[in-house]
């Protein structure tokens, strides 16, 4: 549910009329890496849920790509992200 349309969608499969979406956009920051990598250690979100179900050896791989990654292969430093959640609003019919 990440997607343009496809809460819309939903929303109208449930009988709700009159349905639309707004993307709303923010920048997430982190005050390190670590600040990134934590919460993904305790199996916040699907990206954690992700990470927890891994091998040990296969998170260590995911967490040296995304370090390269973020921080571009430099030291560890603040960082920002951009994100995008959608919001929905709908009529009961």
Do not use: I
Request: overall charge negative; charged content about 25%.
């Amino acid at each position: 549910m990440s997607r343009r349309g496809e809460l819309v969608e939903l929303w109208r499969a449930q009988g709700l009329g009159d349905v639309q979406e707004q993307p709303l956009t923010f920048e997430s920051v982190f005050k390190s890496f670590d600040d990134y990598w934590q919460p993904l250690l305790a199996g916040q979100g699907p990206a954690g849920s992700f990470t927890v179900s891994v091998s040990q050896p296969d998170r260590q791989a995911l967490q040296s790509r995304l370090r390269d990654g973020l921080l571009d292969g430099g030291p560890d430093r603040p960082f920002t992200l951009p994100a995008r959640a959608w919001a929905v609003r709908g009529v009961v019919t």
